[in-house]
């Protein structure tokens, strides 16, 4: 049986995962591709730490630049995260003529073209299935199976952190600092949760999502950006009693020659399949102009559901090897030559459902001079309720509106804002609906 | 741009579809794959019919020998359907050294050894992605994606037509053939609907499905099958005042040595995403040990969905092609020799939980009686309702039980049914809970 060599750096959670499926899946995996997969090193600062595997003698290395030097070593595994020796690591592995396999988005998103592009110039593959929803497909589904789409708009629960996060906001009311700290007491949330609550992991994601799905450049600093962190149990509640959930969404529309590309929590409503993903799960749905809408749900991180998804790319890139094949699927999709500067468009040009809410004065032409300056600024309310307990003199007015302009929102809400029967800042929570569902 | 030259056996609709893909999406699937897709012939009996598309001159043609035999033609499109012309067509151009796509699931079912076996020895590829769930890519993430999993589960919609009836059933509150007659008028079932409303089509699915999930041989004819003809509006509340829905399912289930495959109408609870699937959607859930679960949702049918998963195939093939690869995926996902006889359980040897309703004379001790019966088959009962008015002398008794075997079951229900106080043939729906998630 044909050998395949694999170099792994790093050897954290999922690489450990990573280790584990090709050791105990041996012989399910030889008998599917055919092959053996042989794990020659694994290189890590910490050699000594108890993983739950048996690595035979010599594996278990410290030094990285044995595997990406390593002659017979044909896939370079990168598990190492962040963005410093993990780049320095993969262009060197390139050069020596391997064959790349990575999870780190961040890294993707913020150097991606270097990388993608050295590994066109030197004929490897560069695959990264995990680093996008865990285990879903979603790579391979946009690369190979919607190839005869013209993607229309991705929608995605793509951080598990977060949807955690605001699932427990549903179910018990606490606020967003409390389900912080369960989920870091669990495990769910990184000590430092930035990446995660402030949006900046789903966005990575989607870069990569909208590059390969629309043959744009990788352009994470064009994706408008907002987290989690002032998300409340009120707004939530609202949003209920609205018939709508708030998550978390990574959101791309294809709007010709523009792209809508952002990441904010957004209410959905009940009978989006998306609201009913709870908990640490990934989901996403992809509309195609043949296929309509499909969607995929999954784990979206956890030591082995991103494992296998590594995994699933050492196989078909090891089936590249195997037949001579290697460059088989573009990495982004797109032929280099067709890949295109796609702008994206503004937030301010945005138009879209908005939800607001007002802390306002318990005072008869409230209401009326709130809708007066929201008029002024073209926004047409669809509802209006004003509800609960008047706390600290005020009462929440809530209001949800047709479809409106962002930067007439913003001038309206500053507006608002500096009225003196309004205190506190507005809460603007933006809705997705099905798009002009309402005809406005 | 290098050319690769397509010729279809057949244009109805699924045909139509993927000759509008070709032509429409040409330059966006040329930005993807890197060559041109040429569709050379496009064989059919009525080549007078508008299909609203503009075919080339010579393109449409009656001799389907001409498809299949010309050497110019490197991939064959089979959309005839059924299991006589089809099959020699597609023995002929493999031998011809034809790579062939088929979305034919009945002759797959049927006749996929000698296929395969033929495909395999002519060192042909055969993909067949659009013949199980339309657009969503299961062949696909079974046989790439899911690679290092041990498949232990699927529970699949695979069949739109039944999806719609017993969707139009719940809300319509409609008989079987009211709801029949409107998936008719809608287009969503054929004149003879048998294949899909008894359950074969379905079976046809997961019969391929279980082969390479599991590394089995395409046993069609060991899976226990029963259809939706027999679902009655009552039923369907009954399910809905429990919390569950009632779905035409087919299941797999990896028992060590044996596979439970068995397609049958089944009650699912609200929390099981599969019970929010409705109209003509599909849906599948797989379970892998590490991915833990995943769902594919989807248009299951459709000129355009499934034309999409036809694309998706034949670019497959042209990468190969392009790349010298062919046979880089092995057909049914594992390598020939290491496909097994894995024997399917038998449908008395399963347990499960169970519905049954029974039309009883409305009488104190009936529901002593009927409870000895099944006490007597170590059926225990979780509960028992008995509600709804009485008709023709007789009130829906309604039983949920405890995990039973089927076996005894049908041994009670033939008891039951021969008691004077129970008039009309009981009704058993299996239920698709967590499995033992009530201990017994």
Redesign the interface.
Known sequence: MKKIYIGMLGCGTVGT?VAK?LIR?KA??E????ASLILKHVADIDIARDRGIFFDEGVLITDASKVVNDPQIDIVVEMIGGQGIAKELILKAIKNGKQIITANKALLAMHGSELFKASEANHTDLAY?ASVGG???II??L????????IQAMTGILNGTCNFILSKITVEHCTFHEALAIAQAKGFAETDPTLDVEGYDTAHKLALLNAIAY?MKVNYNDIYIEGITRITPLDIEFARQFGYKIKLLAISKNRGGTVEARVHPAMIPFDN?LS?INGSLNAITVV????????????GAGM??T???V??DI??LA??L????V????AL???TD?IKNIPVLPIDELRTHYYFRFAAIDHPGVLSKIAGVLGDHNISIKSVHQKGRKSDGAVPVVMMTHIAQEASVKKALAEISALEIVTGKPVLIRIEDKNGEDGN
Do not use: T, W
């Open positions: 995962g499926l899946q399910l995996i008998s599917r591709l055919g299935e285990c879903m497909p391979k589904s690369r190979e199976s919607l190839i005869a789409n013209q043959g399949l009913e195609g102009d043949a296929v309509g809408d499909i969607i995929l749900y999954g784990h082995m559901p494992a296998s998804a995994v699933s196989v078909d089936r590249n195997l037949n001579g094949a460059g088989r699927v573009p999709s797109f032929q067709a």
